[in-house]
């Protein structure tokens, strides 16, 4: 959304814009905008860059206006159908995986890792939780990343 004395700003330049091109026969150039309204060039260039038409990703697109603007659009963040499909495949294989470990144990992984909360914690954090040193800890997850080898699963998930 624009704000509304942005909007008026623009309504203002737009009929200067008018004025102009009736007045030199010709489109006006940034200057001679700038000196009508009594602005900065660099402001001139801002509200003109923001005044273009917005278009609605809802716009029909093509002669059977069957499809929508936004169907073209690719959105770079988000995955490809594969990509989920085998996000979800690791997630569940490490699921099983940590089955196969005793409470404890899949806590610590799931907190050094992240599995949970998507943060994944330090040493010093997940020692002060169980109570037991950084030492210990890296202890215990070395011991448990081994067992996880040694896991029928574990070649699923080997590649990532």
């Known amino acids: 959304r624009i704000p509304v004395h942005m909007v008026e700003t623009i ?7 008018r004025r102009l091109v009736q007045e030199l026969g010709r489109e006006p150039l940034i200057e001679e905008l700038a000196a ?3 602005m900065e060039m660099k402001k001139v260039r801002h509200i003109l860059k923001i005044s273009q038409d ?4 809802e ?3 093509g002669t059977e206006e069957d499809s929508k603007l936004g169907d073209f659009i690719e959105d770079d963040e988000a995955l490809s159908p594969a990509e ?6 690791l997630k569940e294989n490490i699921h099983e995986m940590l089955q196969y470990l005793s409470p404890r144990e899949r806590k610590i992984i799931e907190m050094r890792f992240g599995l949970k909360d998507g943060v994944g914690h330090t ?3 997940v020692g002060q939780e169980f109570h037991v040193t950084r030492e210990r800890i890296r202890q215990i997850e070395a011991k448990v990343l081994q067992k996880l080898k040694e896991h029928p699963t574990s070649s699923k998930i080997h590649p990532h």
Not at 11 to 17: G, P, R, S, Y
């Open 11 to 17: 309504n203002k330049l737009t009929h200067a814009q």
């Open 36 to 38: 009508e309204m009594d």
């Open 54 to 57: 917005i278009v609605s990703l």
């Open 59 to 61: 716009a029909p697109v």
């Open 84 to 89: 989920s499909t085998n996000r979800q495949l």
């Open 123 to 125: 040493l010093e954090e």
